[in-house]
């Protein structure tokens, strides 16, 4: 998220929400709020994608995470 910042200069709170299966990887990320269909979205959403999560048993989980852009 500080590459995103530091690319496109525009600070603010971005909220992530992503699908995690339960193998730990990231299925899907969405952009919501004020920088839904924004590059810094899209930064943020790609950066998002990478992240891992510990296997667990179960369904995939659903959650919401603000990432703060600041300097």
Known sequence: SKAC???F???GTVMVKV???PSGKVTSV???GSFKGTPTGACVAKAAR???FP???GNP???TYP???SQ
């Open 30 to 32: 969405d952009i919501a």
């Open 19 to 21: 699908l995690v299966a």
């Open 5 to 7: 910042l530091k690319k």
């Open 9 to 11: 200069q525009v600070p």
């Open 50 to 52: 990478k992240a891992r």
């Open 61 to 63: 989980q659903r959650f």
């Open 55 to 57: 296997a667990y048993d």
């Open 67 to 69: 990432i703060l852009l």
